[in-house]
């Protein structure tokens, strides 16, 4: 207890300017505690400046105190120095192998603290002082400690380098400027620095949505995976259903169906699981050159900026995965149709014998899935009829022209109760579900239009930042404005550019997760493209902002 106790008195008596056992020790008004010498000589370097002020704290004196002996910490200090030991900073304050050093200690050097670009110094705690107290180097750029200050020094005339020279992209000092370099095109440190922060800037954004495209991708070839396995699964088990029929003259060619189905499951598992570790690879990538990249856009000296900036890996050549789709559930489908023809055939196949002809599982086309429509006449080949289902339309909503127009008014509708109707937002939605492949169009008038689409057990009751489309997992929509549209999904929105139309064209494939809204006018123009995996049939879904703003399922056909 003792030993501890001693280790303790050596910090806590050591003095905060010189970092050494205090040496008659005294107490300022504020309670902070110095060698006598060393507050002295620092209240008399601040002597012009007044008024004085403690070390530690800041805290201001007027008139300068009266520096009184502090007799029991001046005790307390005898006694441990009868221990015969010496109190000093803690061995992390010390600079190691690793360590920037301070220039201006003597002896055992300390870390330094900062780094100074103009007197190209490093400094500890202490000796950076002045940079904080004295006018003229209050205006020197300080910076993290940095072991590579001299490369800021021109080897060939000394000076400090604070010019860089495009034309032969290099750095150089204002004597290379009128020497080797005169006549090139060169700017400051600083310009050059900033133009290239603007491509650092562009870089790390294309990175940043790569990870994020490729981080998508991997998702869907993670459903796909699954989607593959739960295709298989139920075409093994309707096979095992047909061959039970067929007892024991057929036991052998169900096993080996059940043989070629499991055997392209794997190749085709195998070749989409290849494909995600080849884009998880690429994520890995593209994360480490980000932070590369965030790294260097960090560096606070510019030369170190600039000599770094080259040795930047380029990017690689991003993988193509344009074709990516989610596939409907029917990669095993034909085995199993194969097989009941077999099963409605089989009193003449017994008669004779078994055709040479062997049952061929359909390859798995993993990364294609149904076209999409191009022009606005094959969209409108998949248009439905759909109507507004007054029991789920907020009070504030009047429906009109058949139930297919919503306008937003002034005074509360007499709706009668019911559990689906939207009790805070004021929404509605469609009376008829939505599978398959259909296409709808809204018009719109007014300030704003949420067009969406949702699962039918979206929430009723709570709030707009709960229940709002766009505002939980559960629905999908694009905020139409006059001058702008928006896609909200999970409370996240996202930008989306396009031309402005009062028109707005909804495609959606179910069985595919494709959902796509379109500007209509003279052409019809892709806003916004959602692929994920919808679990039960959607429904349409009108939101109007203000007052008088209304919003209409068109008749397409």
């Not at 002996?69 to 010496?86: C, I, R, S, Y």
């Not at 055997?263 to 593209?286: A, D, G, Y």
């Not at 969209?379 to 507004?388: A, G, Q, V």
């Not at 019809?524 to 209409?552: I, K, W």
Request: aromatic share 8%; net charge neutral; proline share 4%.
């Amino acid at each position: 207890m003792a030993q501890k106790g001693v280790h303790l008195d050596q910090e806590t008596f050591s003095c905060s300017i010189c970092l050494y056992l205090l040496k008659d020790p005294v107490t300022i008004p504020c309670g902070h505690s110095y060698c006598r010498n060393c507050i002295k000589t620092h209240w008399d370097e601040e002597e012009e400046k007044k008024p004085h002020s403690c070390p530690q704290c800041r805290q201001t004196f007027r008139p300068r105190p009266v520096l009184v002996k502090n007799t029991m910490l001046a005790d307390l200090v005898e006694q441990l120095k009868k221990t015969g030991l010496q109190a000093a900073p803690a061995d992390h304050c010390y600079a190691g192998p690793e360590d920037v050093s301070c220039d201006v200690c003597t002896g055992r050097k300390l870390k330094a603290f900062k780094s100074c670009l103009v007197c190209l110094v490093s400094y500890c705690e202490k000796h950076l002082q002045p940079h904080y107290d004295v006018a003229q180097l209050k205006k020197h750029k300080l910076v993290d400690p940095s072991n590579k200050l001299q490369e800021n020094i021109c080897s060939r005339h000394n000076e400090v380098m604070k010019m860089f020279c495009r034309t032969d992209q290099q750095c150089i000092c204002h004597l290379c400027l009128m020497d080797e370099h005169k006549g090139h095109e060169t700017v400051s440190v600083e310009a050059e620095r900033t133009e290239r922060q603007r491509e650092l800037e562009v870089s790390q954004l294309n990175i940043q949505q790569r990870i994020q495209d490729r981080e998508k991708d991997v998702k869907l070839l993670q459903q796909e995976v699954e989607n593959i396995n739960l295709s298989a699964d139920k075409a093994v088990e309707d096979n095992e259903k047909i061959f039970t029929e067929l007892i024991r003259l057929m036991e052998k060619r169900s096993s080996d169906v059940k043989q070629q189905v499991r055997s392209q499951q794997r190749t085709e598992v195998s070749r989409v699981k290849e494909l995600q570790e080849k884009l998880e690879q690429e994520i890995t990538e593209l994360k480490r050159n980000d932070t590369e990249l965030k790294k260097l856009s960090h560096t606070e000296d510019h030369n170190q900026f600039l000599h770094n900036y080259p040795s930047l890996s380029p990017l690689s050549e991003s993988t193509d995965s344009s074709s990516i789709r989610i596939s409907p559930l029917s990669y095993f489908e034909d085995v199993t149709e194969a097989v009941s023809e077999v099963r409605d055939k089989l009193q003449d196949v017994l008669r004779d014998k078994w055709t040479n002809g062997s049952l061929m599982v359909t390859e798995v086309d993993v990364l294609r899935s149904q076209p999409e429509p191009k022009t606005r006449a094959e969209f409108l080949k998949y248009s439905r009829e759909i109507t507004l289902d007054p029991n789920t339309a907020h009070t504030l909503l009047l429906l009109s022209d058949e139930n297919r127009k919503v306008t937003f008014m002034r005074k509360h509708q007499s709706y009668s109760s019911h559990p689906d109707r939207f009790i805070e937002c004021s929404q509605v939605l469609s009376r008829e579900n939505l599978t398959g492949r259909c296409y709808w169009e809204v018009q719109w008038r007014g300030k704003g239009v949420d067009v969406a689409v949702a699962y039918k057990n979206i929430s009723r009751t709570e709030n707009w930042s709960e229940c709002g489309f766009g505002q939980n997992d559960k629905s999908w929509a694009l905020r139409c404005y006059k001058t702008s549209y928006n896609f909200r999904y999970i409370k996240v929105e996202t930008p989306v550019s396009g031309p402005q139309s009062s028109r707005v064209g909804v495609y959606l494939d179910h069985r595919a997760g494709i959902l796509s809204f379109y500007s209509v006018s003279e052409t019809m123009t892709l806003l916004h493209r959602v692929q994920t995996a919808f679990t039960q049939p959607l429904y349409a879904g009108l939101c109007p902002f203000n007052f008088g703003d209304s919003a209409e399922l068109c008749k397409v056909k």
